[in-house]
């Protein structure tokens, strides 16, 4: 079956710019999403499509897929974006999968 | 608006079946291209999809999971039915439920019920 690697935790100063990473075999013929987790509540979609945000979503999240990579990246990292984030693609036989997911440490 | 909840037990025992309902408003599961899936998380895990259901009743299961699980629409009632035989304590997790608005390549979980925690022990 098809895996997701992403790395167990970023850390990134306020005000600086994150990079999260999901690797895959060929990722970057596929479609990624990426979802956003704080405790205690439910995922929030953020990136689709590889790099279209949803229209709640500030412009400061963004995303590219290519090769074996899809990167999340956020531009001014504030202390409310601290929390896990999960990229998602789907496989050839149209199932789902997640990556293992990233913890986001704003210090 | 688009909202998803999900029902059902909060404690199950070993080998018994799991049954889920997402109650589901503000679309219709007979609109081309929406489907609402089924994704799980054990207490400090990571996510797990499990299941899909589309509007022409075509389904999409996890492979590892695939002979445990059953999805099912009633259209009509706007719910969505996960089904899970031979439950086991490694099951235990919170359940979502979540719209998946379009097939093709924008496909995507964006709205998500709140969750609900199941518990499997004696």
């Known amino acids: 079956s098809y895996e997701l690697t992403q790395p167990p935790s970023v850390s990134v100063s306020p005000g600086q710019t994150a990079s999260i990473t999901c690797s895959g075999d060929?990722?970057?013929?596929?479609?990624a999403c990426w979802y956003q987790q704080k405790p205690g509540q439910s995922p929030v979609l953020v990136i689709y499509?590889?790099?279209k945000r949803p229209s709640r979503i500030p412009e400061r999240f963004s995303g590219s897929n290519s090769g074996n990579t899809a990167t999340l990246t956020i531009s001014g990292t504030q202390a409310m974006d601290e929390a896990d984030y999960y990229c998602?693609?789907?496989?050839?036989?149209?199932?789902?999968?997640f990556g293992g997911g990233t913890k986001l440490t704003v210090l | 608006q688009i909202t998803l909840e999900e029902s059902g037990p909060t404690l199950v025992k070993p080998t018994q079946t799991l049954t889920l309902t997402c109650t589901f408003s503000?679309?219709?599961?007979?609109?081309?291209?929406?489907?609402v899936g089924w994704i799980r998380q054990p207490p400090g895990k990571a996510l797990e999809w499990l299941a899909l259901?589309?509007?022409?009743?075509?389904?999409r299961y996890s492979p590892s999971l695939k002979s445990r699980l059953i999805i099912t629409k009633d259209t009509s009632k706007n719910q969505v039915v996960l089904s899970m035989t031979n439950m086991d304590p490694v099951d235990t997790a919170t359940y979502y439920c979540?719209?998946?608005?379009?097939?093709?390549?924008?496909?995507?979980?964006?709205?998500w019920g709140q969750g609900t925690l199941v518990t499997v022990s004696s």
């Open positions: 979540a719209h998946s608005p379009v097939l093709g390549i924008g496909r995507r979980f964006d709205y």
């Open positions: 998602q693609t789907w496989d050839s036989s149209t199932t789902g999968v």
């Open positions: 259901i589309y509007w022409d009743d075509d389904k």
């Open positions: 060929k990722l970057g013929d596929k479609y």
């Open positions: 503000g679309f219709s599961l007979s609109t081309s291209g929406v489907g």
């Open positions: 499509q590889n790099s």
